[in-house]
């Protein structure tokens, strides 16, 4: 792999790089033929982030043709390549990232003004092709808006606030703080913002929904798309089903995955009917409002990997989420066995080193109903809230 | 119980944020109380908030286009309201480019202070943000906690220097001690001191002048007209208290000025043109 990206490019790709840290802590870098993919999730898996640069994007693309390289590396390092933006801005000229073969690191080199060299040998671990499952081009709702637009709507909520609901009808969108719970409801203030279709480049509902999101991942997209001028847009079908925030240009795309709340148990009720066969979850309070209805459906298919060996080829699931707690590996390794009773073929598939695409795992809808359960959910959501701190002291 | 008003002023809106602002350094939560002509922000000294008190006072006619209000009652005609002015801060800073900012007394989930402000856009419909602040409506037996401070019996009032000076002064002092000792004379001498077991620091303040205070204002004339020029009354206030009142110092008061009671009480007066602002730190042994 020998990637080299010249002039204000480099900026894009440093601005995306900051934008993929503030969703997870790893960096998933894959170069495809059809172009460099740089990819993020967070612990809880709930936010998912992707950018792809297209060939066109590089000044010079050249990737491994014998073999598909793919590799996870910590993104605070990758950052650290383009720490400062306005230096980079004014000095760096090119950026090269090469594959070290021998030492098995990948190269960052920066040739700024005045013949200056500046050389990062990263490590990285071999992983999985991280792929989230979604398909933008089905959904209902549709968006499309500058990114002053965004900017402009999310700079009236406090940095604290977690998550927002939008909601739309034919002609507007409403964008309000979401309160958990109704107790906190009298102490919180509730800011609402409603915004005419005719502000939007592209305004087009098909379901007048409401679906409720994280705002910090909108808000790491928004420092993209405003260093590039990129117009963001919107996809989102119904509560429970993610919504997907996307950039694009000729030679780039970047796609944001966010889970959203399903708040409604009718909604959550459908969703787990049409996306697999899980029964409903019980109609316990925090099940139908807790933190796994924001999961996202991932897709951590595992290509054939040649020589390399690592924990990759090993048999379990646990490989494919080797980053995530404990209990929640747990989890889906349960989950896992109870398809083995529903679909017989996936049992073969969990015994055999796992050589192909071999499960989706709809994180959200892995609640079994068994009663012993019931109390096991809690822990599992402080795991899963907790990834909120661990980007604080990112930030 | 109705109250709604309307600013479409720029420069009033900025200003009303800037007040909100400097009161919300200062409180976490406040009484507001709503007269037909004036706003007053509130805090009385309990223990809970260090003993400090603060009294706000605003025309509503310098700052709101259109202003109404219907009290409790035509005897009461008061709104008494208990608000955290952190959240007017902020809610009025988003929209300070805003071509109107309604401020409403609602009901919705819970009493509310609805601020409604609408956005220039460059589309034909403008934005409309509106923000719903929880506020808890005081009943009217517990509305005479929150009357205007008297004037205490003051030893020396003396006019305070320039904020940003004072405001540079205790910051650099609170990173050595936790109490200041304010002390003033009525030769137009402050001096602010800290006094810990390895370092002692005075910053000395001359020809601040004296405000001359009225004969009805105070007893404090009479008893500080036989007073010692020379002699300082001085008062040891918790230092973070001071700060606060000088970090949250966005206005440009025309006046400020201090007036210490010996060894009891710092009370500090900024004056506007239509507004005045009046806290009190009590001191510590």
Same mark, same amino acid.
Request: charge should be negative; aromatic fraction near 6%.
């Given at each position: 792999?020998?990637?080299?990206?010249?002039?204000?490019?480099?900026?894009?790709?440093?601005?995306?790089?900051?934008?993929?840290?503030?969703?997870?802590?790893?960096?998933?870098?894959?170069?495809?033929?059809?172009?460099?993919?740089?990819?993020?999730?967070?612990?809880?898996?709930?936010?998912?982030?992707?950018?792809?640069?297209?060939?066109?994007?590089?000044?010079?693309?050249?990737?491994?043709?014998?073999?598909?390289?793919?590799?996870?590396?910590?993104?605070?390092?990758?950052?650290?390549?383009?720490?400062?933006?306005?230096?980079?801005?004014?000095?760096?000229?090119?950026?090269?990232?090469?594959?070290?073969?021998?030492?098995?690191?990948?190269?960052?080199?920066?040739?700024?003004?005045?013949?200056?060299?500046?050389?990062?040998?990263?490590?990285?671990?071999?992983?999985?092709?991280?792929?989230?499952?979604?398909?933008?081009?089905?959904?209902?709702?549709?968006?499309?808006?500058?990114?002053?637009?965004?900017?402009?709507?999310?700079?009236?909520?406090?940095?604290?606030?977690?998550?927002?609901?939008?909601?739309?009808?034919?002609?507007?969108?409403?964008?309000?703080?979401?309160?958990?719970?109704?107790?906190?409801?009298?102490?919180?203030?509730?800011?609402?913002?409603?915004?005419?279709?005719?502000?939007?480049?592209?305004?087009?509902?098909?379901?007048?929904?409401?679906?409720?999101?994280?705002?910090?991942?909108?808000?790491?997209?928004?420092?993209?798309?405003?260093?590039?001028?990129?117009?963001?847009?919107?996809?989102?079908?119904?509560?429970?089903?993610?919504?997907?925030?996307?950039?694009?240009?000729?030679?780039? *795309?970047?796609?944001?995955?966010?889970?959203?709340?399903?708040?409604?148990?009718?909604?959550?009720?459908?969703?787990?009917?049409?996306?697999?066969?899980?029964?409903?979850?019980?109609?316990?309070?925090?099940?139908?409002?807790?933190?796994?209805?924001?999961?996202?459906?991932?897709?951590?298919?595992?290509?054939?990997?040649?020589?390399?060996?690592?924990?990759?080829?090993?048999?379990?699931?646990?490989?494919?989420?080797?980053?995530?707690?404990?209990?929640?590996?747990?989890?889906?390794?349960?989950?896992?066995?109870?398809?083995?009773?529903? *679909?017989?073929?996936?049992?073969?598939?969990?015994?055999?080193?796992?050589?192909?695409?071999?499960?989706?795992?709809?994180?959200?809808?892995?609640?079994?109903?068994?009663?012993?359960?019931?109390?096991?959910?809690?822990?599992?959501?402080?795991?899963?809230?907790?990834?909120?701190?661990?980007?604080?002291?990112?930030? | 119980?109705?109250?709604?008003?309307?600013?479409?002023?720029?420069?009033?809106?900025?200003?009303?944020?800037?007040?909100?602002?400097?009161?919300?350094?200062?409180?976490?939560?406040?009484?507001?109380?709503?007269?037909?002509?004036?706003?007053?922000?509130?805090?009385?000294?309990?223990?809970?908030?260090?003993?400090?008190?603060?009294?706000?006072?605003?025309?509503?006619?310098?700052?709101?286009?259109?202003?109404?209000?219907?009290?409790?009652?035509?005897?009461?005609?008061?709104?008494?309201?208990?608000?955290?002015?952190?959240?007017?801060?902020?809610?009025?800073?988003?929209?300070?480019?805003?071509?109107?900012?309604?401020?409403?007394?609602?009901?919705?989930?819970?009493?509310?202070?609805?601020?409604?402000?609408?956005?220039?856009?460059?589309?034909?419909?403008?934005?409309?943000?509106?923000?719903?602040?929880?506020?808890?409506?005081?009943?009217?037996?517990?509305?005479?906690?929150?009357?205007?401070?008297?004037?205490?019996?003051?030893?020396?009032?003396?006019?305070?220097?320039?904020?940003?000076?004072?405001?540079?002064?205790?910051?650099?002092?609170?990173?050595?001690?936790?109490?200041?000792?304010?002390?003033?004379?009525?030769?137009?001498?402050?001096?602010?001191?800290?006094?810990?077991?390895?370092?002692?620091?005075?910053?000395?303040?001359?020809?601040?002048?004296?405000?001359?205070?009225?004969?009805?204002?105070?007893?404090?004339?009479?008893?500080?007209?036989?007073?010692?020029?020379?002699?300082?009354?001085?008062?040891?206030?918790?230092?973070?208290?001071?700060?606060?009142?000088?970090?949250?110092?966005?206005?440009?008061?025309?006046?400020?000025?201090?007036?210490?009671?010996?060894?009891?009480?710092?009370?500090?007066?900024?004056?506007?043109?239509?507004?005045?602002?009046?806290?009190?730190?009590?001191?510590?042994?």
């Amino acid at each position: 792999m020998d990637c080299v990206v010249t002039g204000g490019n480099v900026k894009v790709l440093a601005k995306a790089v900051h934008s993929l840290s503030r969703i997870g802590d790893d960096l998933y870098v894959e170069p495809q033929k059809d172009g460099l993919a740089l990819r993020s999730v967070n612990s809880s898996r709930s936010a998912y982030a992707c950018f792809l640069f297209a060939p066109l994007f590089f000044s010079r693309y050249t990737i491994p043709s014998s073999y598909a390289f793919r590799c996870k590396m910590a993104i605070k390092s990758v950052q650290a390549v383009f720490r400062s933006l306005v230096s980079l801005e004014k000095t760096v000229e090119k950026c090269r990232i090469e594959l070290d073969d021998q030492k098995n690191r990948l190269t960052f080199t920066l040739h700024c003004k005045h013949g200056l060299l500046k050389t990062h040998n990263l490590s990285f671990q071999d992983s999985e092709s991280l792929q989230a499952v979604f398909d933008k081009d089905s959904c209902g709702n549709v968006f499309r808006a500058q990114p002053r637009l965004l900017v402009d709507t999310v700079v009236h909520f406090p940095p604290s606030l977690e998550e927002v609901t939008v909601s739309v009808s034919d002609d507007r969108m409403w964008v309000r703080n979401h309160v958990e719970d109704e107790a906190e409801q009298s102490k919180a203030m509730l800011t609402e913002l409603c915004l005419a279709a005719d502000e939007f480049d592209h305004f087009a509902v098909q379901a007048q929904n409401r679906i409720t999101f994280c705002l910090k991942e909108l808000r790491s997209l928004l420092v993209f798309a405003e260093s590039t001028g990129l117009p963001i847009s919107m996809y989102f079908d119904e509560p429970g089903s993610p919504v997907v925030l996307s950039v694009t240009d000729s030679v780039l *795309e970047g796609n944001f995955v966010l889970a959203t709340l399903s708040d409604d148990p009718n909604h959550c009720k459908d969703n787990n009917r049409r996306t697999c066969t899980q029964p409903p979850p019980p109609p316990d309070d925090f099940m139908n409002d807790d933190m796994d209805s924001y999961l996202i459906a991932m897709d951590t298919s595992i290509a054939p990997v040649p020589s390399t060996t690592g924990p990759s080829t090993s048999p379990l699931v646990a490989s494919t989420c080797s980053k995530q707690p404990a209990a929640v590996s747990h989890r889906s390794r349960k989950r896992n066995e109870e398809e083995k009773g529903k *679909e017989g073929d996936r049992t073969a598939d969990l015994n055999r080193p796992p050589d192909k695409k071999f499960c989706s795992l709809f994180f959200g809808s892995v609640l079994p109903p068994s009663p012993q359960m019931s109390t096991q959910p809690i822990t599992h959501q402080n795991v899963l809230a907790s990834d909120s701190e661990d980007d604080t002291c990112m930030e | 119980m109705k109250f709604r008003g309307k600013i479409v002023d720029i420069a009033c809106l900025n200003h009303f944020s800037r007040v909100i602002t400097t009161i919300s350094k200062l409180t976490k939560t406040c009484i507001l109380r709503l007269t037909p002509d004036n706003l007053f922000f509130v805090l009385c000294g309990k223990v809970a908030n260090g003993g400090v008190s603060m009294w706000c006072e605003l025309s509503q006619a310098n700052f709101f286009d259109e202003y109404q209000m219907e009290g409790m009652n035509p005897e009461d005609n008061e709104i008494c309201l208990e608000v955290a002015p952190e959240n007017m801060s902020r809610a009025l800073k988003t929209v300070q480019n805003a071509k109107v900012v309604k401020v409403k007394l609602t009901k919705k989930h819970c009493p509310c202070l609805t601020i409604v402000a609408e956005l220039p856009t460059l589309s034909s419909v403008s934005r409309v943000v509106t923000h719903d602040i929880p506020v808890d409506v005081i009943p009217r037996r517990l509305w005479h906690e929150f009357k205007e401070p008297t004037v205490p019996d003051f030893d020396v009032s003396i006019y305070l220097p320039p904020l940003k000076t004072m405001k540079n002064v205790v910051d650099r002092m609170k990173n050595l001690s936790n109490f200041l000792v304010i002390e003033a004379n009525l030769n137009g001498e402050m001096n602010l001191k800290i006094e810990t077991d390895l370092v002692s620091v005075t910053t000395h303040f001359k020809d601040l002048g004296n405000p001359p205070w009225g004969d009805g204002a105070s007893q404090g004339s009479s008893s500080s007209q036989s007073r010692d020029p020379e002699a300082m009354a001085e008062a040891r206030v918790d230092i973070r208290r001071l700060q606060q009142f000088l970090m949250g110092q966005q206005v440009n008061p025309s006046k400020a000025m201090c007036n210490i009671v010996h060894e009891k009480v710092v009370h500090l007066i900024l004056l506007h043109d239509d507004m005045s602002l009046q806290y009190f730190i009590p001191a510590v042994v």
